[in-house]
């Protein structure tokens, strides 16, 4: 599958990859060089490969406080939430943005990798709910751009001239409805890189839109980045991937999104196990202590317990200099403790950290 910008990215010089079925762009001019634009002017993400369902219908909201962790009551109009969808076991069906567009109508965003998963998922509990919540699957209608850096309120606002002062104003995870280059779209402040930023979501016909950016945005230093860097950027900040930190066998418990799940809300799906498991691991941050990339499926080593736990997410961090990942260890392993990790065969040493986030934002 190819997202409407695909050719786009091929006259650019993309490195092309196939991802979850989707041939997408790898980088441009490097990963590095990517990563770090993005952390300290402004680059254009091509996320159409997420999925992207409009829920609708008097019991919407009931539908979606059903399906999440998290309290989507809590949600005035043009606001959104994260939250995982679990099963009934308490593992992760998906991770995923919930948008408030009004009280009738919401927009769900979910993994590219889940998203037949999740639609069926979600006619399956909303449609036992009521026969009056419409679920519709728009990701071929529309495209997702992702306009990420400490200077895309700035692009942002030279696109949207008269209503720049809009822009401003919104608050992180909340959304106005406007119009860019007089194409109507929704403009959300969200991302995936641990930068200020915002997606923007409009018709999947209008791609002249990506090259209208990248004009604008070249007195701002803008640079088109692609999955290498967004892997890079997302690890630095301490956010999940489904396949690699979360999966169906993974509770919200275990990883850094206890926040995320409110049991004091009525009934949701999951809801029973997550207040009775008992937690035999969690995940952490590390930092290798020599120079090797750690990489998901590597194991993790305790000195006299042997293999422990095992590397979910790690990369080279272009910010910080170092090496960094996520891991499962047992619930006893303390902060800044050593352990190993298993590296092609030999052990290497690596520091506990205390959070899985390793970069805050100025």
Same mark, same amino acid.
């Given at each position: 599958m190819r997202t409407p910008f695909y050719d786009i990215h091929r006259s650019l010089g993309a490195k092309m990859v196939s991802f979850h079925g989707w041939e997408m762009p790898?980088?441009?001019?490097?990963?590095? @060089?990517?990563?770090?634009?993005? /952390?300290?002017?402004?680059?254009?993400?091509?996320?159409?490969?997420?999925?992207?369902?409009?829920? /609708?219908?008097?019991?919407?909201? @009931?539908?979606?406080?059903?399906?999440? %962790?998290?309290?989507v009551a809590k949600l005035k109009d043009h606001q959104a939430i994260y939250s995982p969808m679990c099963y009934e076991n308490g593992g992760i069906? @998906?991770?995923?943005?919930? $948008?408030?567009?009004?009280?009738?109508?919401?927009?769900?965003?979910?993994?590219?990798?889940?998203?037949?998963?999740d639609l069926q998922w979600v006619l399956?509990?909303?449609?036992?709910?009521?026969?009056? %919540?419409?679920?519709?699957d728009i990701s071929d209608k529309t495209v997702l751009l992702a306009v990420q850096g400490p200077l895309a309120q700035k692009l942002i606002e030279v696109t949207m001239g008269g209503e720049a002062n809009l822009i401003g104003g919104l608050k992180p995870f909340d959304l106005i409805i406007t119009s860019i280059f007089e194409v109507?779209?929704?403009?959300?402040?969200?991302?995936?890189?641990?930068?200020?930023?915002?997606?923007?979501?409009?018709?999947?016909?209008?791609?002249?839109?990506?090259?209208?950016?990248? @004009?604008?945005?070249a007195k701002f230093n803008i640079k088109p980045a692609g999955l290498g860097a967004r892997d890079t950027l997302r690890i630095e900040a301490g956010l999940m991937l489904y396949g690699n930190d979360i999966d169906r066998n993974t509770t919200p418990l275990e990883v850094s999104l206890k926040w995320t799940v409110k049991l004091? +809300?009525?009934?949701?799906?999951?809801? +029973?196990?997550?207040?009775?498991?008992? =937690?035999? /691991? +969690?995940?952490?941050?590390?930092? =290798?202590?020599? +120079?090797?990339?750690? /990489?998901q499926g590597n194991e993790v080593l305790l000195?006299?317990?042997?293999?422990?736990?095992?590397?979910?997410? *790690?990369?080279?961090?272009?910010?910080?200099?170092?090496?960094?990942?996520?891991?499962?260890?047992?619930?006893?392993?303390?902060?800044?403790? =050593?352990?190993?990790?298993?590296?092609? *065969?030999?052990? $290497?040493?690596?520091?506990?950290?205390?959070?899985?986030?390793?970069?805050r934002r100025k």
């Open positions: 790898l980088q441009y001019t490097g990963i590095i @060089d990517e990563h770090i634009n993005t /952390r300290t002017n402004v680059s254009l993400f091509d996320v159409s490969h997420m999925g992207r369902f409009k829920v /609708r219908g008097p019991n919407a909201l @009931d539908c979606l406080q059903i399906l999440v %962790t998290n309290d069906v @998906d991770d995923l943005i919930v $948008y408030r567009i009004k009280k009738d109508e919401f927009l769900v965003v979910v993994n590219s990798s889940n998203r037949e998963k399956k509990h909303c449609s036992s709910l009521s026969s009056e %919540t419409e679920i519709e109507e779209c929704i403009v959300a402040r969200t991302g995936y890189t641990g930068e200020d930023g915002f997606e923007i979501f409009f018709d999947s016909s209008r791609t002249d839109v990506w090259n209208k950016l990248m @004009d604008i945005g004091e +809300k009525h009934e949701f799906i999951g809801k +029973k196990a997550l207040e009775t498991i008992q =937690l035999n /691991r +969690k995940l952490v941050g590390f930092e =290798l202590l020599e +120079k090797r990339i750690a /990489r000195k006299g317990d042997g293999k422990v736990g095992i590397v979910t997410s *790690g990369t080279f961090s272009p910010t910080l200099k170092k090496s960094i990942g996520f891991c499962f260890v047992p619930m006893n392993v303390s902060t800044d403790q =050593l352990i190993e990790i298993n590296i092609g *065969g030999k052990p $290497y040493e690596a520091r506990v950290k205390e959070s899985t986030r390793f970069y």
